[in-house]
C-alpha cells in the first residue's frame, strides 16, 4: 500500500469516527478511558481524544512531506493504534450507559440482583452443557463430536467463571451482613 493511499485510508477513518463521535451525547466521564502511554491528552470527554487524532493526522502528513520515514512509521502506528481503541470506546457506549444505571442502584439491591442474575446464567449454562452432552451422544461423525466437545469445553469454561463470580458476589454479600 503506498503511503498516500495509507494516508488516504487514516483520514477516512478518522472522519468516520468524527461522524460517529457527533451522534453520542458529549457526557463527560469520571473514569480514564484509555491507557496514558496511548494518548498524551487527558479529558474527560471523547471530543479531545479525537483532537488529538486530528493532530497527529496533521503531524504525519507533515512529515510524510518531509520525507521524515522513521517518524512516519511511528506516527501511523500510533494513529492507528488510537483510531482502533477510540472505536471500541464508541462502540460500548451503549454498555457505558448500562453500566451507570447500575451503579445508581443502592449497593445492597445491586448484590442481591446481580446473585439472582448469576444464579440464571448458571442454571442456564448447566442446561446448554447437558443439551450439548446428549447431541454428543447422538452424533456419529468425529467432525461433529469434535464440534460439541468444543462448545462443551468453552461452557464449561463460562460456568466455571460464573460460579467465580457467584462466590465473589456472596462473600460480599456476607461480609455486608456481618458488617452491620
Not at 73 to 92: D, G, H, M, P, V
Amino acid at each position: 500500500m503506498g503511503i498516500q493511499n495509507l494516508l488516504s485510508v487514516l483520514e477516512k477513518q478518522v472522519d468516520i469516527l468524527e461522524k460517529e463521535l457527533a451522534l453520542l451525547p458529549d457526557i463527560p466521564f469520571s473514569i480514564a478511558r484509555f491507557d496514558q502511554a496511548l494518548f498524551h491528552h487527558r479529558s474527560n470527554k471523547l471530543g479531545g481524544y479525537l483532537r488529538e487524532i486530528r493532530q497527529n493526522m496533521e503531524q504525519l502528513k507533515a512529515c510524510v512531506s518531509d520525507y521524515r520515514i522513521e517518524q512516519v512509521k511511528f506516527l501511523a502506528e500510533r494513529l492507528a493504534t488510537q483510531i482502533e481503541a477510540l472505536k471500541r470506546e464508541i462502540s460500548t457506549q451503549a454498555l457505558r450507559k448500562q453500566e451507570d444505571k447500575f451503579e445508581r442502584r443502592s449497593p445492597e439491591q445491586d448484590l442481591y440482583q446481580r446473585l439472582a442474575e448469576h444464579q440464571d446464567y448458571e442454571r442456564r449454562l448447566m442446561a446448554m452443557i447437558d443439551d450439548r452432552e446428549l447431541q454428543l451422544n447422538k452424533q456419529t461423525t468425529l467432525t461433529n463430536k469434535h464440534k460439541l466437545q468444543k462448545e462443551i469445553a468453552a461452557l464449561a469454561g463460562r460456568l466455571a467463571r460464573c460460579r467465580q463470580a457467584l462466590m465473589r458476589i456472596e462473600k460480599s454479600i456476607e461480609k455486608r451482613e456481618h458488617s452491620n
